[in-house]
């Protein structure tokens, strides 16, 4: 006897076809990866650095971030328009990556 007869298979729709748990695992988190661009089309991952396009008003900070303001080492945040950053005086700033371009 084979060792996959142990192997849990799971019916995929999209395919017609049975696969194993583990296949249909990878094939799901590959799917559920967000792509994250900027401004101009630039791919954007973690722990890049971008800069504003356009002046932003920091809603409860009372300050406004300039056009060119560099902002270092983003995290994505699993939405496909939203990336987290630090910048000074500012905690849990979150942008949208419509305003910003990959440095």
Do not use: H, P
């Not at 995929?12 to 559920?32: L, M």
């Not at 328009?81 to 305003?99: P, Y």
């Amino acid at each position: 006897m084979s060792d996959n007869m142990d192997e849990d298979y799971v019916y995929d729709e999209a395919s017609g076809e049975w696969v194993s748990a583990a296949d249909a695992k990878a094939a799901t988190a590959q799917n559920d990866a967000v792509e994250v661009r900027d401004a101009v089309g630039n791919l954007l991952a973690d722990g890049d650095q971008v800069t504003l396009i356009k002046d932003l008003t920091v809603k409860g900070a009372g300050q406004t971030l300039k056009r060119g303001t560099l902002i270092k080492s983003i995290r994505l945040t699993g939405d496909a328009q939203e990336i987290d950053c630090r910048f000074d005086g500012i905690k849990g700033l979150v942008l949208r990556a419509e305003f910003v371009r990959k440095r």
